[in-house]
Nanobody, 113 residues
Framework: QVQLVESGGGLVQPGGSLRLSCATS????????MNWVRQAPGKEFEWIAQ????????AYADSVKGRFTISRDNVKNILYLQMNNLKVEDTGVYYC??????RGQGTQVTVSS
């Protein structure tokens, strides 16, 4: 069955960095475009980044452009999100998601001084 397991979240001060990982199994990872989405407390889901199956087609939401980097390892079947210069408003639960498909259980990111 399809599994997506996020990790790497935590508490970080403003300006800090985190690297999220999403370990996948149960499907042919290298054939699917993948997304990162997040949900801030009390808010709707927000799409933040996409990457095509080949590693191209990278796009970011304006809110994270220039600070976040999405990447993937099609050998290890892992999706990554490098997050730099984190802001308080980046706080939320981060999910990896198969484009138009399943998502994981999420990992909490809290940016606070």
């Amino acid at each position: 069955q399809v599994q997506l397991v996020e990790s790497g979240g935590g508490l970080v001060q403003p300006g800090g960095s985190l690297r999220l990982s999403c370990a996948t199994s149960g499907f042919t990872f290298s054939s699917y475009a993948m997304n990162w989405v997040r949900q801030a407390p009390g808010k709707e889901f927000e799409w933040i980044a996409q990457i095509f199956s080949s590693g191209g087609g990278i796009a970011y939401a304006d809110s994270v452009k220039g600070r976040f980097t999405i990447s993937r390892d099609n050998v290890k079947n892992i999706l990554y999100l490098q997050m730099n210069n984190l802001k308080v408003e980046d706080t939320g639960v981060y999910y990896c998601k198969i484009q138009s498909g399943a998502r994981g259980q999420g990992t909490q990111v809290t940016v606070s001084s």
